[in-house]
């Protein structure tokens, strides 16, 4: 499978770097791209700086990660951004509202945008993991709009069920349902009634 992975600028790149790790243990073959707001809440939230001209993904994810590919948000010629690539799935992770909301009205202004109206018009797997709260009316019906369109939306919202003793057992929580929606088997986390 092709995955598409692309990180904007809402606070939880922890959720995207932790599908990352799981992603590049796999043999599906991962596109990834990061907005310049995400660059920065990188920094902030994780101490990771990157060089979006040139990114090392290792670096990024602290491990080898041969399967995934870079591609700059403003990379117009990059697979994703056609829908004559055969691409299979595509998470945004984590989805800012402002990225939902451009999203919900077509408005395609980066390779992140691009690449999410082309999954829709394509009726291809979309899932937008948005991050924010408390919602305004907008978001919840940018929510319905995207729905509509065809997009899952995925709101991070850790479970609490099997008893997480760190913020990653949290996190995978979160990961593990992007993954089961992606299609790709991981079964790192316990499921209810497990």
Not at 45 to 61: A, K, Q, T
Not at 104 to 111: E, F, M, Y
Not at 149 to 163: C, D, E, R, T
Request: glycine share 6%; charged share 20%; hydrophobic share 40%.
């Amino acid at each position: 499978m092709k995955i598409v992975v692309a990180m904007t600028g809402a606070s939880g790149s922890a959720y995207a770097i932790r599908l990352l790790q799981f992603l590049s243990k796999t043999k599906h073959e991962v596109h990834l791209t990061i907005s310049p707001c995400a660059a920065t809440v990188l920094r902030v939230e994780e101490g990771i700086s990157v060089d979006l001209s040139n990114l090392n993904v290792e670096s990024l994810l602290g491990s080898p990660a041969g399967n995934v590919c870079y591609f700059r948000h403003d990379d117009y010629m990059s697979p994703m951004a056609s829908g004559s690539a055969r691409l299979d799935a595509m998470a945004v992770c984590p989805c800012s509202c402002g990225c939902l909301g451009r999203i919900a009205h077509g408005v395609s202004d980066d390779l992140i945008t691009r690449a999410a109206d082309v999954f829709l018009k394509e009726r291809r797997t979309l899932i937008l993991v948005t991050r924010e709260t408390p919602l305004n009316l907008i978001h919840l019906r940018n929510m319905v709009t995207v729905t509509e369109a065809g997009a899952i939306v995925l709101p991070a919202s850790p479970s609490f069920y099997h008893h997480p003793q760190t913020s990653e057992d949290l996190i995978d929580t979160v990961v593990v349902r992007i993954l089961d929606r992606l299609g790709v088997e991981r079964g790192t986390a316990r499921r209810w009634g497990e």
